[in-house]
C-alpha cells in the first residue's frame, strides 16, 4: 500500500514537473497591496529556471510622521495551470527599516516570508498580471505582534 501511494505522489509531481513554463527572464513592475503601511513595492522577477524565479520587491514610506523601507527576496517555483495562467509559491525573507519623525522612534528589522499566487502572462503584449497572499514572520524589532500579512496585485513588463 506504501508502494502504491509513493508511486502516485510521485507521478502526480511528474505531472506537475512536465509541463511546459511560459515565465519570462526578466519582469519589472509594480506590487500593490498593504505592505503594512508601506504602500505599493516596485517589483521585479528574474527567471532562474523553466519553473524557477527569484522575486525582489522595494516599498518604500516617506511622508510627515514616518519614514522607511523595506526589501523582500523571495524565492519562487512556478506551476503552469493553462496556456498563461499559472500558479507559484515561495520562500524568502527580507530587511527593512523605519523612523517616525515626531518622536524620534526608529529601528531596523529582519523577517522571514511566504508566497503564493495566481498569474496570468498575455500573448499579445507582454504584461503580467498577478494576485498574492504574503505572510511574514519578524524577528528583530518588527513591528506588531512579529506577524502580517498582505494580499497583492501586481502588474508587471516582461522582457
Given at each position: 500500500?506504501?508502494?502504491?501511494?509513493?508511486?502516485?505522489?510521485?507521478?502526480?509531481?511528474?505531472?506537475?514537473?512536465?509541463?511546459?513554463?511560459?515565465?519570462?527572464?526578466?519582469?519589472?513592475?509594480l506590487?500593490?497591496?498593504?505592505?503594512?503601511?508601506?504602500?505599493?513595492?516596485?517589483?521585479?522577477q528574474?527567471g532562474?529556471?523553466?519553473?524557477?524565479?527569484l522575486e525582489?520587491?522595494?516599498?518604500w514610506?516617506?511622508n510627515?510622521?514616518?519614514?522607511?523601507?523595506?526589501?523582500a527576496?523571495?524565492?519562487?517555483?512556478?506551476?503552469n495551470?493553462?496556456?498563461?495562467?499559472?500558479?507559484?509559491?515561495g520562500v524568502?525573507?527580507?530587511?527593512?527599516?523605519?523612523?517616525?519623525?515626531?518622536?524620534?522612534?526608529?529601528?531596523?528589522?529582519?523577517?522571514?516570508a511566504?508566497?503564493?499566487?495566481?498569474?496570468?502572462?498575455?500573448?499579445?503584449?507582454?504584461?503580467?498580471?498577478?494576485?498574492?497572499?504574503?505572510?511574514?514572520?519578524?524577528?528583530?524589532?518588527?513591528?506588531?505582534?512579529n506577524?502580517?500579512?498582505?494580499?497583492?496585485?501586481?502588474?508587471?513588463?516582461?522582457?
Amino acid at each position: 500500500m506504501k508502494r502504491i501511494i509513493l508511486s502516485a505522489i510521485m507521478l502526480i509531481g511528474l505531472a506537475f514537473t512536465t509541463q511546459a513554463q511560459d515565465i519570462s527572464k526578466n519582469a519589472l513592475g509594480l506590487r500593490l497591496g498593504d505592505n503594512n503601511g508601506f504602500g505599493g513595492e516596485v517589483s521585479y522577477q528574474r527567471g532562474l529556471s523553466d519553473n524557477n524565479r527569484l522575486e525582489l520587491d522595494l516599498g518604500w514610506r516617506n511622508n510627515d510622521n514616518v519614514d522607511g523601507f523595506k526589501l523582500a527576496g523571495i524565492y519562487q517555483w512556478v506551476w503552469n495551470i493553462d496556456g498563461g495562467f499559472n500558479w507559484y509559491a515561495g520562500v524568502g525573507g527580507g530587511i527593512g527599516s523605519w523612523s517616525y519623525n515626531n518622536n524620534n522612534d526608529n529601528g531596523t528589522f529582519v523577517f522571514a516570508a511566504g508566497d503564493i499566487g495566481i498569474e496570468y502572462g498575455f500573448k499579445e503584449v507582454p504584461i503580467l498580471l498577478s494576485l498574492d497572499f504574503r505572510p511574514e514572520i519578524g524577528a528583530v524589532n518588527y513591528y506588531g505582534d512579529n506577524y502580517s500579512s498582505d494580499i497583492a496585485l501586481g502588474i508587471r513588463y516582461q522582457f
